[in-house]
C-alpha cells in the first residue's frame, strides 16, 4: 500500500512514520502541505520521494493508493471526501469532524466508495487496536464487576502544555478541549456501555471565547448506568491524568492510560477482597492501527472505528456542547 500524506502536522511520527517501518506492506512515500516549501522540508525530514505543495496534487498522483489526513478537525470533512472521490483509501485523524453532521456526509461518502471501488474510510483512534482492549473486554466480560451502575473517563493535561498559540485553541478549525482530548472519553465510555448516553448536564471553562479548556459532562444510558467525563487543556494538577473507571455492584475496574499503553498502563481490579493489578502489553497503539488499516485495504473489510461509531462519537460531543451553552463545532 503507498501511502501519502495529507499535511505535514506533528502526530505523523508517531502515528505513520515510526510504525510504518515495522509494518511490511506499507510504504509512506509522499506529503502534501500548503507550500512547496513546508512539503520539501517535511519530505526530507521523513525521506519521503515525493513532496506535494498542495492537497489537490498529492490526490491527483497516481503514485497514492491511501491517504492519511492529519488536518485540523475542520477540514477532515473536505478532504476525506474529496480523496474517496479521488479513489484513495482514507485514514482520518480524530476527531472525525466537526460535527455530527459533517461525519454522517463523510460516513455516507465512505459507504458508497466502499460498495462502487472497494475503498475504505477508517478513523485514527489508534487506542481501540490495542491488546489492551481485549483485556478490558475480558474483565468486563467475566461479570467479576457485577452489574455496572457507572463509568468515568478522565483525559486531563496540565496547565500551559497546550500552549494558547496551539491550533487546538482556535474556534475556527475545530479546537476544544472535548474535541482534542474529550473525544477519547467520550468513546472509551460509550465502548463500555454498548449503546449511545444521554447527556444530562455538562459545564465548561473557555479561557479563549467558545473554546473549552476544561469540560465535564454527565450522563446516562437506558439502562439505567451513569457516566461521566472530564476533558482539560488547563489541569488541573501538574501531571497528565488518563484513565477509565467503571464501578460495579461487586468490583471496580481501573485502566491507567487506555489511551497510548506504550508510555505505560495499568489494569486494577478491586473489590472487598483485595485488588488484582495486570500488566498491559508496551507495543505501539499506532503499530496496531496502521496494520488494521493495511488489512482493511487489503481485504475490503470495514474497520471498528468508522461509520455509526464515528457518526454517534460525534453526535455525542455536539450534545456535551450543547448542554454546555457553547456552539457545535462548524456553527
Request: hydrophobic letters at 45%; aromatic letters at 6%.
Amino acid at each position: 500500500m503507498k501511502l501519502g500524506l495529507l499535511a505535514a502536522a506533528r502526530i505523523t511520527t508517531q502515528a505513520i512514520i515510526d510504525p510504518a517501518r515495522s509494518v511490511e506492506g506499507v510504504d509512506v512515500v509522499a506529503v502534501a502541505a500548503r507550500d512547496q516549501g513546508r512539503a520539501d522540508e517535511a519530505a526530507e525530514r521523513w525521506d519521503l520521494d515525493l513532496a506535494f505543495g498542495s492537497y489537490e496534487a498529492l490526490l491527483e498522483s497516481d503514485e497514492i493508493e491511501a491517504i492519511y489526513i492529519a488536518t485540523p478537525a475542520a477540514l477532515h470533512h473536505r478532504w476525506t471526501i474529496a480523496a474517496l472521490a479521488a479513489g484513495k483509501h482514507v485514514l482520518c485523524e480524530k476527531p472525525f469532524a466537526n460535527n455530527a453532521t459533517e461525519a454522517s456526509e463523510m460516513v455516507a461518502a465512505g459507504r458508497d466508495a466502499l460498495a462502487d471501488r472497494g475503498l475504505i474510510l477508517m478513523e485514527a483512534f489508534h487506542w481501540r487496536y490495542h491488546p489492551f482492549v481485549a483485556q478490558m473486554q475480558a474483565v468486563l466480560d467475566s461479570g467479576e464487576l457485577g452489574p455496572i451502575r457507572h463509568v468515568e473517563a478522565h483525559f486531563n493535561l496540565p496547565d500551559q502544555e497546550i500552549p494558547k498559540t496551539d491550533i487546538r485553541w482556535n474556534f475556527a478549525i475545530g479546537g476544544g478541549a472535548l474535541m482534542d482530548l474529550g473525544c477519547y472519553p467520550v468513546q472509551w465510555v460509550r465502548w463500555v456501555a454498548g449503546a449511545e448516553p444521554e447527556v444530562v448536564s455538562a459545564e465548561a471553562e473557555c479561557p479563549v471565547e467558545h473554546v473549552d479548556g476544561r469540560l465535564t459532562a454527565n450522563l446516562r444510558w437506558p439502562s439505567g448506568v451513569t457516566g461521566t467525563i472530564e476533558c482539560s487543556m488547563i489541569g488541573p494538577g501538574d501531571r497528565p491524568r488518563i484513565d477509565l473507571i467503571v464501578n460495579g455492584d461487586d468490583a471496580t475496574m481501573t485502566a491507567i492510560n487506555p489511551l497510548a499503553p506504550q508510555n505505560g498502563a495499568s489494569l486494577r481490579v478491586s473489590s472487598p477482597a483485595g485488588t488484582v493489578t495486570h500488566d498491559v502489553d508496551s507495543s505501539s497503539t499506532y503499530l496496531h492501527q496502521l496494520v488494521a488499516f493495511r488489512d482493511a485495504v487489503a481485504n475490503g473489510v470495514m474497520p471498528i472505528t468508522s461509520g455509526d461509531d464515528a457518526i454517534q462519537n460525534m453526535a455525542t460531543i455536539d450534545a456535551c456542547y450543547i448542554a454546555a451553552g457553547l456552539p457545535v463545532r462548524g456553527s
